[in-house]
């Protein structure tokens, strides 16, 4: 009888007791088995040896690389010391205190942080905190205004901002109500049917339209990624983002920032907004925070919507169990702390003028790549059938599952690794997103590049 490996044992445990979310779960049973055991650097090893360089940065949230033991050793003394205290109700703990002074040093206009445990749960507490700003003041503005192909979590607020046709949630509806959404600023292929740069920038005007037509009393906020993430990294014209704040200003509604995916340097300034100068009024973040070594995330809000928020003396009555824990706080701590002394951020704007130089050239190379854009060390990249006419492409085979498998055989991790495997399943997107760890050097970056050519190139119709 053969032996079963050490990865189909635990391949087994996990279909018989977990469930998988964005997998298929006879995909994961029969095929889809990346089982992670460990990782250094820049590269991440399965349980059966395979070792890969990671493209995506563990999801966007590795700074430091992986198994950085300064981060380890920082977790591990401030358990020892205090593992947990509550944080709200009139108490805090030092980490909580001092990260919140880091960060409001590194953000200019925002003075004050609110701790919490994932994305999701900064974006629920941003909307919430922008609700309750309005009715402190007197006034019933309570509708959200967010964008298409904007991702912002997965908790029934954030999931009734997000508008990724991607994503399947049409089974947990009825969605929180309230929420409104406007074309985004695609200017590749611009919802709207403009050209760039004779738009006047409609993308942004259309936000003040809506304003108008749902009547600025009811409008609290409009929540947006400085660059869109979930839907593969597209950026806005360089107008938009300074026009929105104007709008929002002039409009009497909050400007929340979902740096989520963008803040600690990954666009090469540590927060992406700073590209158009601009200061959010409510700001949310997680990943790079603690680098993926625990969970953690932070709301941001600027000092004047604080003083609104308790001008009436009632309590803002939002927290968790663990808001401001005080080993993830630590963690962070130790994260900015190595940022700042290897200068993280400046290599990755540096390094992004070089990917820029070689993903040009690729585009210049090959049929396919109709659109690059990017900034430091996050480059969206759209494939097409023919660059004049922008069609998009249709092939046997996926176009993005033939790229991905080829760099899987390269050994080189791009997107969600729900299984390293060849698998004939479609994506529904032809935009992929590329984003290497801060510490990735320039042999790595050549690396990925070269495999991305390669698999660019080796595309079959």
Request: charged fraction near 25%; hydrophobic fraction near 40%; charge should be neutral.
């Amino acid at each position: 009888m053969k032996k079963e490996s050490l990865r189909e044992v635990y391949k087994a445990e996990e279909t018989a007791h977990g469930l998988e979310p964005l997998v298929n779960p006879t995909q994961w049973a029969n095929a889809g088995s990346a089982i992670f055991v460990e990782g250094s650097g820049v590269r991440i090893k399965t349980i059966d040896g395979r070792e890969f360089i990671d493209a995506s940065s563990c999801g966007l949230c590795d700074v430091v690389g992986y198994g950085n033991r300064e981060v380890a050793e920082a977790a591990k003394e401030q358990m020892i010391k205090l593992m947990h205290s509550l944080s709200f109700g009139g108490s805090a703990t030092i980490p909580k205190i001092e990260l919140s002074s880091k960060l409001a040093e590194l953000t200019p206009g925002v003075e004050r942080f609110f701790f919490e445990n994932s994305g999701s749960d900064a974006v629920e507490a941003a909307m919430k905190a922008a609700r309750w700003y309005w009715r402190q003041k007197g006034r019933d503005k309570y509708k959200i205004i967010s964008r298409e192909r904007g991702y912002h979590g997965a908790t029934f607020g954030a999931m009734s901002a997000t508008h990724v046709d991607d994503i399947n949630n049409r089974d947990f509806e009825p969605l929180v109500p309230g929420f409104l959404y406007i074309p985004c600023p695609y200017c590749y292929r611009c919802p709207l049917g403009k050209v760039y740069d004779s738009c006047n920038i409609a993308c942004a005007t259309v936000l003040e339209e809506t304003i108008q037509k749902e009547g600025e009393d009811t409008v609290a906020a409009f929540i947006a990624e400085p660059i869109i993430g979930g839907a593969g990294f597209i950026m806005p014209p360089g107008e938009y983002w300074p026009k929105i704040r104007e709008i929002c200003t002039r409009k009497n509604v909050l400007l929340i920032i979902d740096e989520v995916v963008t803040g600690f340097g990954r666009t090469g300034k540590f927060w992406a907004h700073q590209h158009w100068d601009i200061k959010p009024d409510l700001m949310t973040s997680s990943k790079g925070i603690t680098s993926g070594y625990i969970p953690m995330a932070a709301v941001g809000i600027s000092e004047e919507i604080y003083k609104g928020m308790i001008s009436s003396g009632r309590p803002y009555p939002h927290l968790h169990t663990f808001t401001g824990h005080p080993v993830a706080c630590a963690v962070s701590l130790k994260v900015l702390e190595i940022m700042e002394r290897e200068n993280l951020v400046e290599k990755m704007a540096k390094m992004g003028g070089y990917i820029r130089e070689r993903l040009t050239i690729l585009q210049e190379k090959s049929p396919y790549v109709g659109h690059v854009n990017g900034l430091g060390h996050m480059w969206g990249i759209e494939i097409v059938a023919d660059k004049a006419t922008k069609t998009r492409i249709k092939t046997k085979v996926p176009v993005i599952l033939q790229i991905r498998n080829h760099m899987l055989e390269r050994g080189i991790l791009y997107g969600s690794p729900s299984g390293l495997h060849r698998v004939e399943k479609p994506l529904p997107s032809d935009r992929m997103g590329l984003a290497p760890s801060a510490i990735a050097t320039r042999e790595d970056i050549d690396f990925i590049l070269d495999g991305l050519e390669s698999a660019i190139l080796s595309i079959q119709p």
